[in-house]
């Protein structure tokens, strides 16, 4: 699943960290109860005690050796674009393409925008006139791709020439991998050993990871690109310095395993998929409920009373034929049976059907089987023992692959 959020301001100036928009609120979990983690604030890398010049910054510093020595003096300076603002909501499917072109494009796990502009400007200033002799329009593809199941994560960086012309040749383009915040530096590779040309990518890759903060405990980080210009024929022969930052990314050593850490963009909502094949009946009884109306958006509780609370509310005994109780929503979820938006359970007892499919029968003598039109209550079926058990553990895997924390909010879909 993908989303897209435009980019809010000239792209990455400086490394700041991208707010997630508040989700839609869940039904109530049961009370008294709170996350079972900590969150840990926000760790910036530290900054420098003198900010990069920008573009004005370094022309009049460059007017001023001119004016001093009475010669002209070639200056480079950097510009991007800065594409408009939008916002996206975050339980927004979105689109299919990978890279957003001027704006974000998420899954849970990578982020990437293409087609930011810029250009490189040079300036000849004579007595204190400015004069453009050569300009560079290239646009940047940049992205990062976490993992569920480690700490590291990759940043990728390429810009390309798009047209070059006057006083640009010889220009190297030269780019660096920084930590932002809540970030360690491990490994980078780029080459700037060559001048750039047109229609020439200049890519590299970088990767970074971070450090818990100790069991049961959540937090940020991000990391930023900066890039610049060098040419041995200006007078001034390197170029103002920019950055473009990735969106900050939710991290955790919180999903219940010890020493399992993660890292994922929370905004997205994951979509946990049930393979109609692989275990035929638990899939079925999902479908049905989530046909009748049961909610296919859950929330994950992390809290084992309420997990308790809805395994004993759900199954309060076996049901007939020696099969194993299954629920849903699940158990592990705040929508789970013990959660009072539900007046009642249900079952399903399907003779047969106008369009030939088989009968359908859960064995759950102690709740009335559901009706057409009936979309309360949580639901229950008998189901082989082996079927429930593989079910649970593709939901425990997609847990721990996608960092569904408490109060994490996901999507199931039988397939």
């Known amino acids: 699943m993908l989303m897209r959020i435009m980019l809010a301001a000239a792209v990455g100036l400086v490394p700041v960290a991208t707010p997630v928009p508040a989700m839609a609120a869940a039904p109530p979990p049961v009370p008294g109860q709170t996350a079972p983690f900590r969150e840990i604030p926000l760790q910036t890398a530290p900054t420098k005690a003198e900010p990069e010049p920008d573009c004005q910054q370094v022309l009049q510093q460059a ?94 960086f390429s810009l390309t020439p798009t047209l ?35 229609g020439v990518s200049r890519s590299g890759s970088a990767t970074l990871s971070t450090t818990s903060y100790g069991e049961g405990t959540v937090w940020r980080a991000w990391s930023t690109w900066a890039y610049w210009f060098r040419n041995p024929d200006w007078v001034i022969p390197v170029s103002n310095t920019l950055r473009i930052s990735a969106p900050d990314h939710r991290c955790d050593e919180a999903i219940g395993i010890r020493f399992s850490i993660g890292c994922v963009y929370s905004q997205v909502r994951p979509l946990h998929e ?8 638990y899939a079925r009884h999902i479908e049905l409920a989530i046909n009748f109306g049961v909610p296919s958006i859950l929330t994950r509780t992390q809290i084992s009373a309420q997990n308790a609370a809805n395994r004993a509310r759900a199954c309060p005994q076996s049901p007939a034929n020696g099969w194993s109780c299954d629920e849903y929503p699940f158990a592990s979820t705040q929508e789970g049976a013990a959660n009072p938006i539900h007046p009642y359970g249900r079952t399903f007892q399907i003779l047969n059907w106008n369009n030939g499919a088989e009968p359908f029968f859960c064995g759950i003598g102690w709740l009335t089987p ?46």
């Open 164 to 198: 070059m012309w006057g006083s640009v040749g010889n220009t190297y383009l030269i780019a660096t991998a920084e930590c932002a915040a809540n970030c360690n530096f491990e490994s980078m590779n780029f080459n700037s050993a060559f001048p750039i040309a047109t």
């Open 370 to 415: 559901r009706r057409a039109g009936d979309s309360l209550g949580y639901s229950v079926c008998g189901i082989p023992l082996d079927q429930n058990t593989g079910g649970g553990t593709d939901l425990g895997n997609f847990y721990i692959r996608n960092r569904v924390l408490h109060d994490d909010r996901f999507q199931v879909m039988v397939v």
């Open 63 to 156: 007017r001023r050796m001119a004016l001093a020595s009475g010669k002209t003096a070639t200056v480079p300076c950097v510009t991007l674009s800065s594409p408009d603002a939008a916002v996206v909501a975050p339980d927004a499917v979105g689109v299919q393409e990978f890279c957003g072109v001027n704006e974000w494009a998420f899954t849970r796990h990578t982020a990437c925008i293409s087609g930011v502009s810029g250009v490189l400007s040079v300036y000849a200033l004579v007595e204190g006139r400015e004069v453009l002799v050569g300009q560079v329009y290239f646009t940047i593809t940049t992205g990062t791709s976490t993992s569920g199941n480690s700490a590291r994560w990759t940043h990728s």
């Open 274 to 281: 049930i393979g109609r094949t692989r275990y035929p009946k």
